[in-house]
């Protein structure tokens, strides 16, 4: 390949990941703000526990799987957690939740 090109497909990759990685951020405060609307102080707390620890769980019992295995394996958690708590939630917040505990888990482990 052509040097002039390759070396300008690097800078635009080292210029768009701070951009991806804001991106990120942004949705998972949105995400955040989202349920923190439709649940009171206390499902909320509740929910970001389940969606953490579900999150941590997957991550150790299928570290071979994939990211949809995964997902879907934390919502089916966090959704038997939820209930059995008394907390009722659509599949979009349950998604919602994990996907701001996986961010928040990738922040905390500098991923």
Do not use: C, H
């Amino acid at each position: 390949m052509n040097p002039i090109i390759n070396d300008l497909l690097n800078a635009l990759i080292v210029g768009l990941v701070p951009v991806a990685i804001g991106a990120l951020g942004y949705l998972a405060r949105a995400v955040i703000g989202y349920l923190r609307a439709r649940l009171n102080a206390e499902q909320f707390a509740m929910l970001e526990a389940l969606a953490r620890t579900a999150v941590r769980s997957v991550e150790q019992t299928l570290k071979s799987e994939e990211g949809e295995a995964k997902r879907i394996a934390a919502m089916a958690l966090v959704r038997s957690e939820a209930l059995k708590r008394g907390i009722k939630l659509d599949e979009a917040a349950i998604g919602a939740a994990v996907e701001a505990a996986v961010y928040q888990e990738r922040v905390r482990l500098g991923a």
